[in-house]
């Protein structure tokens, strides 16, 4: 209990202070996260609509590879990305391993099955009838989109949410892909791990804090957004 209430203090104390270090860590989680799940709500709400209301053969294959990616390791993330990076690897030339960015990729890597797969069973919960209503009606495609879209879109924030929550709480990967460089990489979940590493359990539980109500504070305000839109 004593260790609990060091980390709250301590916290509190990094937060009063303007711990230009803490700050800067925090915000570079923040930035990554961000851009992660950005890039796999742009990717992957497109293609959950589009596997959810089409009909194809091998449909049924990549619904099966997005729902085993839903639950990738992020160790396993983290490989895949830096054989990628790597100096020998196909992208080894971009020389991003060890980088914020090669941080988003693994965070990609990690949210687009979670984005895709959650958009795309919210599609498939519309029913043949609705569309046959919609389409005797003569909307236009993007009005068809625009109605589909409203139908959706508590499930399709639950999907941002669910990606979101996944790369907040990430850190096999980013240590992988990142190396928890001082002042470079190093974000939230990968300074966690080095104070604990180093015994510093108290500070680790302050990091664990900032951390949390960061994390809190961005899923209330999208559940909130979410809980808006359904009562409007």
Same mark, same amino acid.
């Given at each position: 209990?004593?260790?609990?209430?060091?980390?709250?203090?301590?916290?509190?104390?990094?937060?009063?202070?303007?711990?230009?270090?803490?700050?800067?860590? @925090?915000?570079?989680?923040?930035?990554?996260?961000?851009?992660?799940?950005?890039?796999?709500?742009?990717?992957?709400?497109?293609?959950?609509?589009?596997?959810?209301?089409?009909?194809?053969?091998?449909?049924?294959?990549?619904?099966?590879?997005?729902?085993?990616?839903?639950?990738?390791?992020?160790?396993?993330?983290?490989?895949?990305?830096?054989?990628?990076?790597?100096?020998?690897?196909?992208?080894?030339?971009? %020389?991003?391993?060890?980088?914020?960015?090669?941080?988003?990729?693994? %965070?990609?890597?990690?949210?687009?099955?979670?984005?895709?797969?959650?958009?795309?069973?919210?599609?498939?919960?519309?029913?043949?009838?609705?569309?046959?209503?919609?389409?005797?009606?003569?909307?236009?495609?993007? %009005? @068809?989109?625009?109605?589909?879209?409203?139908?959706?879109?508590?499930?399709?924030?639950?999907?941002?949410?669910?990606? &979101?929550?996944?790369?907040?709480?990430?850190?096999?990967?980013?240590?992988?892909?990142?190396?928890?460089? %001082?002042?470079?990489?190093?974000?939230?979940?990968?300074?966690?791990?080095?104070?604990?590493?180093?015994?510093? &359990?108290?500070?680790?539980?302050?990091?664990? &804090?900032?951390?949390? @109500?960061?994390?809190?504070?961005? @899923?209330?305000?999208?559940?909130?957004?979410?809980?808006?839109?359904?009562?409007?």
């Amino acid at each position: 209990m004593d260790l609990i209430t060091d980390g709250l203090k301590k916290a509190m104390e990094m937060i009063l202070t303007g711990d230009k270090e803490i700050f800067e860590i @925090t915000w570079l989680t923040l930035r990554v996260c961000f851009m992660a799940i950005v890039i796999s709500s742009l990717i992957g709400l497109p293609l959950g609509m589009f596997l959810g209301l089409s009909r194809f053969k091998g449909r049924k294959l990549l619904l099966v590879f997005i729902n085993i990616g839903m639950g990738l390791p992020p160790v396993v993330a983290g490989l895949w990305i830096t054989m990628l990076l790597w100096r020998s690897g196909p992208l080894g030339h971009l %020389q991003l391993l060890y980088s914020p960015t090669a941080i988003v990729m693994a %965070q990609v890597l990690v949210s687009l099955p979670i984005v895709t797969g959650l958009t795309s069973s919210a599609f498939q919960q519309i029913s043949e009838k609705m569309l046959l209503q919609i389409k005797a009606l003569g909307a236009t495609k993007l %009005q @068809t989109f625009s109605i589909l879209l409203k139908q959706t879109r508590v499930a399709i924030l639950a999907a941002i949410m669910a990606g &979101f929550g996944r790369v907040i709480a990430e850190v096999g990967a980013a240590m992988m892909v990142g190396g928890n460089i %001082q002042g470079d990489t190093r974000i939230l979940t990968t300074s966690i791990v080095m104070e604990v590493s180093k015994g510093n &359990f108290d500070v680790a539980l302050a990091i664990s &804090f900032i951390l949390l @109500t960061a994390a809190l504070l961005i @899923t209330a305000a999208l559940t909130l957004l979410q809980q808006r839109k359904r009562l409007s």
